[in-house]
């Protein structure tokens, strides 16, 4: 038998595995964001519900995937481009599972914000979700094949995204004067920006964790 013809097939096989269950986090963390937004945008509770039910799935892809890759560098010595990829997939994974966990967080305060008066002002969050989850998909596609040259391209589009959320913080923000009777919901939009702000930075990491595997 020839050992090493073995070892590259398991090897080759390992990796697969990793990437699978990488994409598989990558593309739950962008539907739960789907989710979450139609829970704040739409008043749809069911899918707001969904992205809370939802959440230990991404919890134990993430173990999974740092399980996989913990093996491949302890078993596997991988050198080079492989190293770089095992290497983000297993930062990436991390910051997938924090996206998700952002997502919940405006899950249950879109659930919150539609018990109680609707602030008008809340649809403010409709352009930059909408922009969001554009940059969402384009990531995870560049990722799916390691396209370091996308990745780049996506760059400044991703450092404009991270500006429009921060700045619909700020808009909400400036709420409370409007609304003296409902703060709490004020409260709860300013959340909701803040975790939109954490998911931009998040991607941002994402697309540069991309880069090094590509590179």
Not at 3 to 20: G, I, Q
Request: aromatic share 6%; net charge negative.
């Amino acid at each position: 038998m020839n050992h090493d013809a073995h070892t590259l097939r398991e090897f080759d096989a390992a990796l697969s595995s990793l990437n699978t269950h990488l994409l598989q986090m990558a593309y739950k963390a962008q539907s739960a964001l789907d989710l979450a937004a139609a829970g704040l945008l739409q008043q749809n509770e069911s899918s707001a519900n969904r992205v809370i039910a939802d959440d230990e799935e991404l919890d134990e892809l993430e173990m999974t995937v740092d399980r996989e890759g913990l093996h491949l560098l302890a078993f596997f010595s991988p050198v080079a481009s492989d190293l770089k990829v095992v290497l983000a997939s297993l930062r990436m994974s991390s910051m997938y599972e924090r996206i998700g966990d952002e997502a919940v967080t405006i899950a249950k305060r879109a659930n919150r914000l539609n018990k109680r008066p609707r602030i008008r002002e809340a649809a403010l969050a409709d352009p930059v979700y909408r922009e969001m989850a554009e940059r969402f998909r384009a990531v995870n596609k560049a990722v799916s094949s390691w396209d370091g040259e996308a990745l780049a391209e996506l760059v400044p589009a991703l450092e404009d995204l991270a500006e429009h959320a921060a700045s619909l913080t700020e808009a909400f923000a400036c709420l409370p004067e409007q609304y003296q009777d409902n703060l709490v919901s004020v409260a709860d939009l300013v959340f909701v920006s803040r975790s939109l702000e954490r998911i931009a930075e998040g991607l941002q990491k994402v697309a540069a964790e991309g880069l090094y595997a590509a590179s």
